[in-house]
């Protein structure tokens, strides 16, 4: 691997030491933002193929399936496969399947995960009186309509259980932007129903490190979780007792990480996602 063109910065809270066994990486805001990568990431996968290293994609956004993140990740400079991507349209029907697979649900989603859905049998309606459980879920497509079957199901007929994908607050974008995410509809139909989410799918949940580590085959100590939000990507990887490294290229800056007290905070902090290999691997490689 060849060394950084120019002085990389210095990681604000240090380096580690040693290299892991298994790297899982969030997407949006740690390796790019928008169709753009971020600084060190093309780099830094390249180091790990190279030093044969496990790599797992892993996103909170159900947006996009799979295979279509495995693309752009390709398309941008990161050659991925589809079993190196885990996101929440895959968690969510695995937990259906898993625990629910008679279940009829409304999913409050985009086409992705309906489309996943429906591969694997899960039943899907939109009349109140079927419906067992309602998933929010990241929906850019999201109206009144679907916000009142959700409050029929849940509060008129008293049946269905309120699940999630994820609880992001908003989805990042480039340029300091954002767009509202799952959250900004589970807060709705939990407003208007009083119920209370009841299963979440996504980071910070043990459901979706569970299917990161059998998806790696290894164990959460033989992991490093690297990601630009606490209350996600770090909280997961504490929960589990995981090594953990926040990059401050997204959501969180240092003084929102300031105002976090000590259990909050990560193993490491980067000012860019390279940084998670020791300063000394990058030197005397081709």
């Not at 109206?143 to 699940?163: E, M, N, P, S």
């Not at 009083?194 to 910070?204: F, H, L, W």
């Not at 209350?231 to 007792?241: L, S």
């Amino acid at each position: 691997m060849s060394p950084p063109t120019g002085s990389q910065p210095a990681s604000p809270l240090g380096q580690p030491h040693n290299i892991a066994a298994g790297y899982i990486f969030d997407l949006d805001g740690t390796l790019y933002l928008g169709d753009d990568l971020l600084p060190g990431a093309q780099r830094l996968i390249e180091a790990l193929i190279s030093l044969d290293r496990k790599i797992l994609f892993l996103s909170n956004n159900p947006t996009r399936s799979p295979d279509d993140y495995a693309a752009k990740l390709t398309r941008l400079g990161i050659p991925a496969t589809r079993e190196q991507v885990l996101n929440t349209i895959d968690t969510m029907t695995s937990w259906l399947v898993r625990h629910h697979p008679d279940a009829t649900v409304f999913p409050i989603s985009e086409a992705p995960l309906k489309q996943a859905l429906a591969a694997a049998g899960i039943g899907m309606s939109e009349d109140p009186t079927e419906i067992d459980i309602v998933i929010a879920s990241y929906d850019r497509t999201f109206d009144y309509r679907k916000l009142q079957i959700a409050f029929d199901a849940i509060r008129t007929h008293g049946r269905a259980r309120l699940v999630t994908t994820n609880p992001d607050r908003f989805c990042p974008l480039p340029g300091g932007r954002g767009e509202p995410d799952a959250a900004a509809i589970i807060g709705a139909i939990e407003g208007c129903t009083g119920a209370r989410c009841e299963q979440n799918t996504g980071k910070p949940d043990p459901f979706m490190l569970e299917a990161a580590l059998e998806r790696l085959g290894l164990a959460a100590s033989d992991c490093i979780m690297i990601g630009d939000r606490l209350t996600t990507d770090i909280r997961m990887a504490i929960d589990a007792g995981m090594p953990s490294a926040l990059v401050l290229t997204g959501e969180t800056t240092l003084e929102i990480l300031q105002s976090h007290p000590p259990e909050d905070h990560p193993t490491w902090v980067l000012s860019r996602v390279d940084q998670i290999l020791p300063a000394a691997s990058w030197n005397g490689h081709d």
